[in-house]
């Protein structure tokens, strides 16, 4: 499978992209950068402000908030988003149980496409409401 494909078979399987065209999809690829981290990495500090938000495309990551473990996310799960939804900082500490192959997508890039996306907003809005207690932000399309 060609690797534009694959960008779009993995972003596909993600829930917040799922209701994207191939076409709104590409877009989002070609903003995303793949990065090989390695096992150990922490992707996101609880506390800390977001920059960016990462999809797991290969690999495992550990889930902890106020240090204890409260996820194991694998392959289709997207690391660090609320921070940047709801401009809050981090609510958890992320860290690559694995070696992982990741797709990262700054702040700006992250959101543009959230917002461009009427279904990705509304899944969006969806998962803020579901993990925050109290929400701050509603995403726009």
Request: one cysteine or more; aromatic letters at 4%.
């Amino acid at each position: 499978m060609p690797a534009r494909k694959q960008y779009l078979s993995h972003l596909r399987n993600v829930s917040l992209f799922s209701g994207c065209t191939d076409r709104d999809l590409s877009k989002i690829a070609k903003a995303a950068d793949e990065v090989n981290i390695p096992a150990g990495y922490t992707l996101a500090d609880q506390g800390q402000t977001g920059r960016e938000a990462f999809v797991i495309v290969d690999g495992s990551a550990t889930v902890r908030r106020n240090g204890k473990k409260v996820a194991v996310l694998g392959p289709g799960a997207v690391v660090g988003e609320l921070s940047l939804l709801d401009h809050g900082p981090r609510t958890a500490t992320v860290t690559t149980r694995t070696d992982s192959r990741l797709y990262a997508l700054g702040k700006a890039t992250f959101l543009a496409s959230v917002g461009a996306h009427p279904r990705a907003a509304s899944e969006a809005d969806r998962l803020v409401h579901e993990r925050l207690p109290s929400p701050q932000a509603t995403i726009a399309p």
